[in-house]
């Protein structure tokens, strides 16, 4: 078992790293109310539900469950209030103890929800993805989307404890396991070259899941974000690195219609454009393009997005919360492992790479 903290300047919490974790209520005990709300969707509910709901009962918890239908396209107002109005059937109080049980969508919309009903209740986070142990559990970006653009309307909400059991990783399909690697690659191309390299060396035993190599990896990940939330929690300046491709990502999962594109391949396809970015703006050569490729390759992802129109891309992407006061900014690679934050000099240089993947 490993243990990540996190010292957002809002309040200090742990990340457990680990396998059965979620059977051993020690780890909860600090942090739950008498009374908890586990909200799960349909899928994780199969396998995990039931075994939470009775260990959180025999330790005295009043544990209820919300059961969300699951994907991309219920990380909505729907599914917020379908929360909100079981948390008051249930007579949810102020100390009632959201537990997110689930991927990030899960994630996301729970944290969300416990942001905002009766103004803030506490939130334990239990990622069940890949994708949600590295990244969406941990820093406190909670959101839904709106049909114009992805976490449109959200809050920055810390957990009061993350739990990643290794376990979970065991029923995800393989599509959603190489999803989870896009952000994990993120990390590698945002900040540290040496963790590129310890990547490239272990990416087949990775993708077999090895649980040392992956314990390594989630750990790693958590600690390069739990860093940069510590230094910026609220995105004034370091932390837009961790939207490195997201500004071409976010818009090809809404203009592809959410759930098409999993957030991870989108995320993908968004950093190879960011890497060519970079390339027009003269920081890294082919070579360095060739790497991003490769790694995103090995991990099965894709490498390459779909075709839209120039100002299909150009609507998306003024939506961005990067955008300010108008202009649009871009995570940009210096080189490999050294993001920075940048307005284009020269529109022109965008077009250029949007040229390549215009239909
Ligand atoms: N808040 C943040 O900082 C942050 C960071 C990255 C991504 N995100 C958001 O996270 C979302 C993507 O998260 P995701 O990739 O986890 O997708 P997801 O939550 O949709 O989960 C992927 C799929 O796997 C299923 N699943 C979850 N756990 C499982 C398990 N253990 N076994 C089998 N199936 C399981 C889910 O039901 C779903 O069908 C996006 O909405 C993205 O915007 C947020
Ligand atoms: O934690 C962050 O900060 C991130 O940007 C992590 C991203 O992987 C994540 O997808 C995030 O939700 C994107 O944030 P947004 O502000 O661009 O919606
Ligand atoms: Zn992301």
């Not at 957002?8 to 942090?31: C, M, Q, R």
């Not at 908890?36 to 199969?46: D, K």
């Not at 949810?92 to 905002?116: C, F, N, S």
């Not at 004034?236 to 203009?255: K, M």
Request: proline letters at 4%; hydrophobic letters at 45%.
């Amino acid at each position: 078992m490993q243990t990540v903290q996190v010292q957002a300047p809002s309040h200090s919490y742990d990340i457990v790293i680990g396998k059965n974790i979620l059977n051993d209520f020690n780890l909860f005990a600090p942090h739950i109310g008498k009374k908890a709300a586990i909200v799960t969707n349909t899928t994780v509910a199969q396998w995990y539900l039931q075994p939470l709901v009775k260990l959180l009962q025999n330790n005295g918890i009043d544990a209820f469950s919300i059961i969300l239908p699951d994907g991309e396209q219920h990380k909505n107002h729907e599914s917020l209030n379908h929360i909100y109005d079981s948390l008051l059937a249930n007579h949810a109080d102020r100390k009632t103890t959201l537990i997110a049980l689930g991927g990030g969508v899960i994630g996301d919309t729970v944290g969300y929800a416990a942001a905002t009903y009766q103004r803030g209740v506490p939130l334990i986070q239990i990622p069940t993805t890949l994708l949600s142990q590295v990244d969406s559990s941990v820093g406190g970006k909670t959101a839904i989307n709106h049909p114009r653009g992805k976490n449109m309307i959200g809050a920055f909400y810390q957990p009061k404890l993350v739990l990643a059991d290794l376990n979970t990783l065991a029923t995800l399909p393989e599509r959603e396991f190489s999803a989870g690697m896009a952000e994990v690659i993120k990390y590698a191309l945002l900040g540290d070259v040496a963790f590129l390299a310890w990547l490239e060396q272990h990416i087949a035993a990775i993708m077999q899941k090895d649980h040392t190599l992956l314990a390594q990896m989630i750990a790693h990940c958590c600690q390069m974000k739990a860093d940069i939330v510590a230094q910026d929690e609220t995105e004034q300046g370091i932390r837009a690195h961790l939207n490195l491709g997201h500004t071409f990502g976010h818009a090809i999962e809404a203009q592809m219609g959410y759930g098409n594109w999993l957030h991870g391949e989108a995320v993908a396809a968004g950093m190879v454009m960011a890497a060519e970015l970079s390339q027009q703006l003269g920081y890294i050569g082919s070579d360095e393009i060739e790497r991003v490729k490769n790694i995103i390759r090995a991990a099965h992802l894709p490498d390459t997005p779909p075709k839209f129109s120039e100002e299909e891309w150009l609507a998306h992407m003024r939506h961005d919360k990067k955008v300010d006061e108008g202009k649009m900014r871009f995570i940009t690679l210096k080189n490999l492992g050294a993001a920075q934050i940048e307005t284009l000099p020269d529109v022109n240089v965008l077009k250029n790479v949007l040229s390549k993947f215009t239909a």
